[in-house]
């Protein structure tokens, strides 16, 4: 079976979900899959990937290549956003791949394992596609997809489904200016109360979040405008900078996971480079009689931002997957131990900021409630082949589940593969589980007939075959999926 791993894309995501595919394109079992390393940038283009460019440390380490990198006398670390736009993206693509049509992707691929997050990865875009070109893919369908984006409306949801929740209240984009601040400051303090949790509501990575438990209307602005992906830029901040300063802020703008990313908004117009944006700040910024601060806003940002109540309480992540009968079965809890109090993208993804403790050390009976109340969340939402819930348990016992998401991280240390390795799951095992629950998953939930089905039969005889050295009777019972069937096997064979 050929698997075209998807990976990168063009979310806030993408380094993790170019780091996930590597992690799958090393653990695919080889003698049951052919991997199809198939690279999606941020401008939405397929390509299929030479293998090599797989082990770089970031996207931006290859892509843009050197070769079109825009002329500057700074060291910056560029998307591909930050060029101009290519006369030839075929020329640039052919550096690292060959670009790859989706009406291509049925004669390239038999399946497609989604490693990507975010916007066009885990929000039903890329999931649609795939099905108009009767693709199998990995994981959720398109409806549970769209419903684990937004944040704002799975709490909607799950409040509405009885689940413990904290106050919580939503501020769109179009509704948040200098008018505002006041009243969204004031109606967070009455209806929400300190401390404050601020995030963007479509994000994942814990991209955006901040804490706020200071009564301090400033830090409010800041940190709501953190969510939206925007800063102001006065003059006394500016003119407090030396040009070392400079540069270093316009280098942290580049990075999309903790900063504003470009392009960027400013005053009416986009800059795509930082060296254009420099030059525009410096000519603005000359006149001493600008005394109103510049708004400057990525054009990653986001339509609305959730506030809601500091839980305090231990941090969890559970995996939940289907079973053989299709039920939803939720892996052993991993408790997340933290450095700090926020458990954002560094915290995440670089080591020695957190550890992770795979089963949370607590009481078994407080383990099985977790897991119940994850199972419970995972059939609420009618998710599909898995996901990962995270939430908090407090001392009282009391569970509060805050963000299930469609897509776990695939890195090597993820809860994804921590929890499988308790229930005796290596990695190559587990992506082995998770492609053939996603095509049994695919096979039930299709409008149209085809294949698929003869696809699932020789992959479950192929799995038999893998392992018939370990099979020590003749007469084997196998049991995959919803169904069960006998294969009469000679070891000899």
Not at 19 to 24: D, L, S
Not at 310 to 324: A, H, L, N, P, Y
Not at 374 to 390: G, H, K, N, W
Request: aromatic residues 12%; negative net charge.
């Amino acid at each position: 079976m050929k698997v075209g791993i998807l990976f990168g894309g063009p979310s806030r995501e993408r380094e993790i979900a170019f780091a996930g595919g590597r992690t799958i394109f090393d653990n695919l079992n080889k003698s049951l899959f052919e991997a199809i390393p198939i690279f999606i940038d941020s401008y939405k283009n397929f390509i299929l990937l030479d293998w090599s460019f797989i082990y770089k440390g970031s996207i931006r380490d290859f892509y843009p290549p050197v070769s079109h990198l825009p002329k500057s006398d700074h060291d910056y670390q560029l998307y591909v956003e930050s060029i101009p736009e290519p006369d030839e993206w075929d020329k640039m693509i052919k550096e690292v791949g060959r670009m790859v049509h989706p009406t291509e992707l049925k004669e390239l691929i038999d399946f497609a394992f989604l490693s990507l997050h975010g916007e066009f990865g885990e929000d039903g875009q890329l999931q649609g596609l795939l099905e108009s070109f009767a693709i199998p893919y990995s994981g959720s369908g398109i409806k549970p997809c769209t419903i684990g984006m937004d944040k704002s409306f799975q709490k909607k949801m799950m409040i509405g489904a009885g689940f413990s929740s904290k106050p919580m209240i939503t501020i769109e984009r179009a509704a948040w200016n200098k008018t505002t601040y006041q009243k969204w400051f004031e109606q967070s303090r009455e209806k929400v109360r300190l401390p404050l949790v601020i995030r963007p509501a479509n994000q994942g990575s814990s991209i955006g979040v901040s804490i706020l438990d200071l009564d301090d209307l400033n830090q409010f602005i800041e940190a709501v405008n953190k969510a939206f992906f925007k800063i102001e830029l006065d003059l006394t901040s500016w003119n407090k900078m030396d040009k070392a300063d400079k540069l270093q802020m316009l280098k942290a703008f580049t990075d999309l996971r903790s900063s504003l990313g470009f392009p960027i908004l400013v005053s009416g117009q986009f800059f795509k480079h930082p060296d254009q944006l420099l030059k525009f700040l410096e000519t603005h910024f000359q006149s001493d009689n600008q005394t109103e601060p510049l708004e400057l806003v990525s054009v990653w940002t986001e339509q609305k931002v959730v506030v809601e109540g500091f839980i305090e309480g231990r941090e969890f992540s559970c995996i939940v997957i289907k079973d053989e009968l299709n039920q939803a079965v939720a892996l052993p809890p991993t408790e997340i131990i933290k450095g700090a109090e926020v458990f954002d993208y560094r915290s995440k993804y670089l080591p020695g900021l957190s550890r992770k403790e795979t089963p949370i050390k607590i009481k078994q009976s407080a383990i099985q409630s977790i897991r119940k109340e994850c199972e419970r969340l995972f059939e609420f939402f009618e998710f599909d082949v898995y996901a990962r819930i995270d939430g908090f348990i407090t001392e009282s016992g009391e569970i509060y589940l805050n963000d299930p998401n469609t897509t776990s991280g695939m890195l090597p240390s993820s809860f994804f593969f921590h929890q499988a390795a308790e229930i005796g799951l290596n990695p190559s095992q587990f992506i082995t589980y998770i492609i053939r629950t996603s095509l049994k998953d695919r096979i039930d939930s299709k409008m149209v007939l085809n294949n698929w089905e003869m696809d699932l039969e020789k992959l479950d005889l192929a799995i038999i075959n893998l392992h018939q050295d370990d099979l020590k009777k003749k007469k084997v019972a196998v049991i995959f999926g919803g169904y069960s069937f006998e294969r009469h096997i000679s070891v000899e064979s």
